[in-house]
């Protein structure tokens, strides 16, 4: 992944401006900075969901902003995925469902689905079925994220505050598994956490500082 000279605007109002980041292939990086400094806004950008006013963004070689059609839906469903704060899991279902459900939505067979689900849950030490997901720990409810953000084996994750609603007893846990996703299934990690003992495990830190006109530029973590 490569952004390069990016700039992203909210409406008249400049945010990020000259973000240069490299994450090649099997690497984790991070990103803290203060509340509002435009961590979400950058991971959106390199989801292609939020604009760029100025520069490039490029995953696996291909410009994410200018994807269209079936080209931009290939990119959403197979080269890239997200570990929300919260998990954003669908409450009614079960584990495996909530992750067989990311492979299925991108072309695999159903039973296919589910297999892969299962294997990567039991690796993942979550139990996939007879439990509500609405009962799990914040720590498995986090692992069944990780678990969805996998199935679909993209080469990048994106991971925005994935402990940030966790108990310190799992923060730790969740931050290792997040951080091995690169050494364990392939796929590069990129971080955006206001935990900076998480950003420090990273293979690189970056921060985003507000410059005195409240634009945020991209420099290594302190
Ligand atoms: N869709 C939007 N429209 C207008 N302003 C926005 C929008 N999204 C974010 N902003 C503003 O852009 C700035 C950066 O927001 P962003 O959520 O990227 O920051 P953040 O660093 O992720 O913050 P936090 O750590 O609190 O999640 C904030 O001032 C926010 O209010």
């Not at 909210?10 to 203060?34: F, K, N, Q, Y």
């Not at 009614?92 to 991108?106: D, Q, S, T, Y």
Request: glycine share 10%; hydrophobic share 40%; net charge negative.
């Amino acid at each position: 992944m490569h952004c390069s000279d990016v700039a992203i605007r909210h409406g008249r109002r400049t945010v990020v401006s000259g973000i240069d980041l490299s994450l090649e292939d099997g690497m984790s990086a991070a990103i803290t900075g203060r509340s509002g400094s435009g961590k979400s806004s950058l991971l959106s950008a390199i989801l292609g969901m939020v604009p760029i006013a100025s520069g490039t963004i490029e995953v696996d070689g291909k410009g994410v902003h200018s994807l269209r059609g079936a080209h931009r839906r290939e990119y959403l469903r197979h080269t890239v995925s997200v570990v929300f704060q919260h998990g954003e899991l669908l409450e009614e279902l079960e584990p495996v469902e909530n992750v067989a459900i990311a492979a299925i939505l991108a072309g695999s067979p159903r039973r296919a689905a589910f297999q892969e689900a299962e294997e990567l849950l039991e690796d993942l030490g979550v139990p996939a079925r007879g439990v509500s997901t609405q009962v799990l720990s914040g720590g498995e409810h986090q692992r069944v994220a990780v678990a969805r953000a996998l199935i679909t084996r993209p080469s990048l994750v994106l991971a925005d505050e994935p402990t940030g609603s966790l108990d310190a007893e799992f923060r730790e846990m969740v931050g290792d598994l997040v951080l091995s996703i690169p050494k364990r299934w392939g796929s590069s990690v990129l971080i955006v956490t206001h935990d900076d003992a998480l950003a420090r495990r990273a293979d690189a830190a970056f921060s985003l500082v507000p410059d005195h006109n409240g634009v945020a530029h991209l420099e290594p973590a302190p």
